[in-house]
């Protein structure tokens, strides 16, 4: 049952969210009087060049950029631990002028992944999110962060990786099997249980065919579908990863 953990509210753009590591939180979810709207790009853009395009499309519908609340980026390959904390101090540079992430603390939802096919030249965004005045509660939108097989506590990835370097059936169902229970936690902390998801999306460079229906529908995850992408996480030797999220609006631009 979803729990009523009292979460901290990003006051300027309308949601709350579950606090996690400096570059992204756990998940959002908008306060009363808000919903949340998501826009997938026809094409990912350049990390920054997309960016400067989900700021043109907030101000042209009246939207401050405190109101951008997740993103979904992809990336050409994995990072190392020293490159990922790299890459990551520049991404909150945008964010700490958006007026979105103050000494450490960033309420922005995030899903980083790396495709095995058309990969970017770069990072590049593929999607956001954020929050629109809505007069009544319509939809109960969220957005949960994308997560892998690691805790994301702030200490070091590499060696709290869930049966690293093992890619049998047998690790890959207790990879997933810790991302499921991570990705609960975190939509109970919102609010919210797997029946209320319409997406849920999937990422993995190996074959997860055989675990879905035991490990992910016979759970409850992906009761609206469930969407496959061969992709890899961002942090090397990482191989599952998953996010989910119920929007307003769901457009393509």
């Not at 953990?5 to 808000?34: H, I, M, N, W």
């Not at 519908?61 to 979904?72: D, L």
């Not at 190392?80 to 992430?101: P, S």
């Not at 099997?177 to 975190?186: G, N």
């Amino acid at each position: 049952m979803p729990t009523t953990t009292k979460l901290p509210v990003f006051a300027p753009g309308g949601y709350r969210y579950l606090p996690s590591v400096f570059q992204f939180s756990g998940g959002v979810a908008p306060e009363p009087g808000f919903e949340i709207e998501r826009v997938r790009l026809q094409r990912p853009l350049p990390l920054f060049e997309g960016l400067a395009a989900a700021e043109a499309h907030l101000r042209s519908i009246g939207r401050p950029t405190t109101a951008f609340c997740a993103c979904e980026l992809r990336s050409p390959g994995q990072f190392d631990e020293q490159a990922f904390v790299e890459f990551n101090r520049r991404y909150v540079e945008t964010l700490e002028r958006w007026g979105l992430y103050a000494h450490g603390v960033n309420p922005v939802a995030r899903t980083n992944v790396c495709p095995a096919v058309g990969k970017p030249e770069s990072p590049s965004l593929y999607a956001f999110s954020y929050t629109v005045p809505a007069a009544a509660r319509t939809s109960g939108s969220f957005v949960v962060a994308g997560g892998a097989e690691a805790p994301e506590d702030g200490g070091e990835y590499h060696d709290n990786i869930v049966r690293r370097n093992d890619t049998s059936l047998d690790a890959m169902r207790e990879k997933l099997c810790y991302v499921r229970t991570e990705q609960e936690r975190r939509l109970s902390a919102l609010g919210f249980s797997w029946r209320d998801v319409r997406s849920v999306q999937a990422y993995s460079v190996h074959d997860i065919g055989p675990l879905i229906y035991d490990d992910l529908v016979s759970h409850g995850v992906g009761v609206h579908g469930l969407t496959w992408h061969v992709a890899s996480p961002p942090v090397a030797d990482c191989e599952f990863e998953m996010d989910a999220h119920s929007v307003l609006c769901d457009m393509v631009r």
